[in-house]
């Protein structure tokens, strides 16, 4: 969800302090150039900043001429991307709609072949084609510190597919109530960009209401450009929080980031609908608790709902928050927001559980380093490859590119492919890895850390990490030994 600035007089920025906003959309190489000589980047077509904003340092500058010329790249194959991502999808799809391979053929000479129906309960994106797990681990009961945590990566990881396969997953094969599906409006991209949806988890009287965003469609060029945009809004009192995060989350042009929204003709916004259903379900029961979660983009619009939740004093929704489980999430804000957040999990006493798998890379974005502001805050749950996991500060590698790095990473990588063919001997049929799995395995041989990134290896360490280290944080050792 790259900025854009097309409009600049249209936009609303009375609710920020400060503000930083790329737009790749006309910039030419000439533009990209003249970037790196000139410290006014405020006089760019492309930089939408307060007037006589002066960067003088000259890494500063090449920072936003990398996230420039990135998202300028990722928008000009982004429909190369959609087209492979669509012959990913069908294919499989295509299979398993005219029942195999030989049903097919026998369909084929009778002239019945049948095209797989996107909407279904049985259809498959990128994401469910790479782990086709649908069902909860019957091993981990509610009383297992675990349950809450292998709930949510399931859920995020559901997060992806389409309406009818998610009713029918926490229906079927949860026994869970589906509450509502969101299909939400960004004002700037100016299309459905945002969705998600809504489940409770009833065992006796006590009830967890669930809510998890779609996380960054692996075929998206646009949705994977947010991941280098280092575009800001200085909230006050808040500090600097990544502009495209909010904006996906319901930032309107004309009126900012208001409370409440009234009106019949209003949009679709992904914080205020949530909010609100939450609101209602939550008044039917007043003792019932609720956790957010996501994975990738789905992860970070799970912090920022907190941290809007927390701006408009939404005391008595905080008060029934659970937690916040977010899965190889990116950075989110500044140093400041990170303090913001603490406070908050602090004042409300929230569980906020960030899982790092080994050398995921989206963790490792936007970078934090002198000439970016971006920071995570909390505690990291990183889990190596064998899925023993520590609670770390930092995940190691933090900025992604490192020479020393490169080689372990690398072998990592090839570890990861050979597991694919053993865990199911290690693990069980439940850990069996797809075709698809392993083809985004061979992808990591070539950019080691992007396999790292699917939901597959989340939903394992949640499954096979230690007990302990899922516990509330009070409990947890938080010294980097091993938890075995």
């Not at 395995?441 to 096979?464: C, E, M, S």
Request: net charge positive; hydrophobic share 40%.
């Amino acid at each position: 969800m790259a900025s854009e600035v097309t409009n600049k007089k249209a936009c609303d920025k009375s609710f920020c302090k400060d503000y930083l906003l790329l737009s790749p959309k006309d910039v030419t190489l000439w533009d990209l150039i003249m970037l790196l000589f000139s410290k006014n980047i405020g006089n760019r077509k492309f930089i939408d900043c307060p007037n006589g904003t002066v960067e003088e340092s000259f890494s500063r500058r090449f920072v936003i001429f990398i996230s420039i010329a990135a998202q300028k790249l990722l928008h000009l194959v982004n429909k190369p991307m959609g087209c492979v991502g669509s012959a990913i999808e069908f294919m499989p799809n295509f299979l398993d709609a005219n029942r195999g391979f030989l049903k097919l053929l026998l369909n084929l000479l009778s002239g019945n072949l049948v095209s797989p129906d996107k909407e279904s309960p049985e259809f498959l994106t990128a994401i469910g084609l790479g782990d086709i797990r649908r069902d909860l681990d019957s091993r981990i009961k509610h009383k297992d510190p675990r349950y809450t945590s292998a709930l949510a990566i399931m859920a995020a990881k559901s997060a992806y597919e389409n309406q009818a396969y998610i009713k029918d997953t926490v229906q079927k094969h949860w026994k869970m109530e589906f509450l509502e599906f969101f299909n939400c409006w960004n004002d700037y991209e100016e299309d459905y960009t945002t969705q998600g949806f809504m489940w409770s988890d009833k065992t006796g009287d006590t009830e967890l209401i669930g809510i998890s965003f779609r996380g960054t469609s692996p075929f998206n060029a646009k949705d994977w450009s947010s991941d280098v945009d280092i575009s800001w809004y200085d909230l006050p009192g808040i500090g600097k929080v990544h502009a495209g995060f909010l904006k996906a989350l319901g930032l309107q042009k004309s009126r900012g980031w208001p409370k409440d929204i009234h009106g019949d003709d209003q949009k679709a916004y992904a914080y205020y609908v949530i909010k609100q259903k939450l609101k209602d379900r939550l008044g039917s029961n007043p003792k019932a608790k609720f956790i957010v979660t996501g994975h990738s983009l789905g992860a970070a619009l799970s912090v920022v709902f907190l941290a809007v939740l927390a701006h408009h004093n939404e005391t008595d929704l905080l008060s029934k928050l659970e937690g916040v489980y977010t899965f190889g999430q990116p950075r989110v804000g500044d140093r400041k927001f990170g303090e913001y957040m603490k406070e908050v999990l602090v004042t409300h006493g929230l569980r906020y559980h960030r899982f790092v798998y080994c050398n995921d890379v989206v963790p490792r974005v936007p970078f934090d380093n002198s000439n970016l502001m971006f920071k995570h805050f909390g505690d990291c749950h990183y889990y190596n490859s064998f899925y023993k996991g520590q609670v770390l500060a930092e995940e190691p590698n933090k900025n992604y590119f490192s020479i020393f790095a490169m080689i372990p990473m690398f072998v990592n990588a090839i570890w990861e492919l050979l597991r694919s063919f053993i865990i199911y001997y290690q693990n069980g049929a439940g850990y069996s890895e797809t075709y698809t799995c392993r083809g985004l395995r061979v992808i990591g041989l070539l950019i080691a850390g992007l396999a790292a990134h699917g939901p597959q290896d989340y939903v394992n360490l949640t499954r096979l990490g230690s007990p302990e280290l899922f516990k509330p944080a009070s409990y947890v050792n938080k010294s980097t030994t091993v938890v075995e």
